[in-house]
Antibody
Framework: EMRLVESGGGLVKPGGSLRLSCTLS????????ISWVRQSQGKGLEWVSI???????YYADSVKGRFLISKHTSDDTLFLQMNNLKPDDSGVYYC???????????WGPGTRLTVSS | QTVVIQEPSMSVSPGGTVTLTCGLQ?????????PGWYRQMPGQPPRAIIF???TRPSGVPERFSGSILGSKAALTITGALADDEGDYYC??????????FGGGTTLTVL
């Protein structure tokens, strides 16, 4: 069965850092485009970042320069390093297979980040 | 900046037909934007309903169809069921690796 499972969410103070993880099973991080998508409480979806099969990365303007997406092909894990966090970064973070011109066809259950003092 | 515009809410009667639309603030929608549609139920991650304008993933009922209508992408539900209620999000591919979601449409079946 193909799955993605996020972890690493929690409570962080403004200006702090956190790293989210996304563990893949049933398919490989090296063979797929994987994105991070977030959703603030009671609000809509916001695409955050993508990493291509070849390792190319892109970011939404709202997180560029603060977030870093990466992957470990050895254990099929995706990461999102988040620095200089702001309250507006709070929400549920999903990793999803897809992005670029491909559909987001597989989603994890999400992990929640709260940025608050 | 790419802004994707959706109706905040729509309603449809059971068995009826409803069309949700997805437009761009500063351009006309086309297949080149690879518009997709996702449905989200409370507490759940989104699920793909339509991708690349009109392609239905396996397992999505035929009552869901996607198209370009005029200058917008459209999701049409024909023969709506109570189970079709939820939040529907449009997403487009802006280029340079970047995707942009619309604000979502809350669909009520009543």
């Amino acid at each position: 069965e193909m799955r993605l499972v996020e972890s690493g969410g929690g409570l962080v103070k403004p200006g702090g850092s956190l790293r989210l993880s996304c563990t893949l099973s049933g398919f490989t991080v090296s063979g797929n485009y994987i994105s991070w998508v977030r959703q603030s409480q009671g609000k809509g979806l916001e695409w955050v970042s993508i990493i291509y099969t070849i390792g190319t990365t892109y970011y939404a303007d709202s997180v560029k320069g603060r977030f870093l997406i990466s992957k470990h092909t050895s254990d099929d894990t995706l990461f999102l390093q988040m620095n200089n966090l702001k309250p507006d970064d709070s929400g549920v973070y999903y990793c999803a297979r897809g992005g670029w011109q491909k559909p987001f066809d597989l989603w994890g259950p999400g992990t929640r980040l709260t940025v608050s003092s | 900046q790419t802004v994707v515009i959706q109706e905040p809410s729509m309603s449809v009667s059971p068995g009826g037909t409803v069309t949700l639309t997805c437009g761009l603030q500063s351009a006309s929608m086309s297949t080149n934007w690879y518009p997709g549609w996702y449905r989200q139920m409370p507490g759940q991650p989104p699920r793909a309903i339509i991708f690349s304008t009109s392609t239905r993933p396996s397992g999505v009922p035929e009552r869901f169809s996607g198209s370009i209508l005029g200058s917008k992408a459209a999701l049409t539900i024909t023969g709506a069921l109570a189970d079709d209620e939820g939040d529907y999000y449009c997403v487009v591919y802006r280029g340079s690796g970047i995707s942009v979601f619309g604000g979502g449409t809350t669909l009520t079946v009543l």
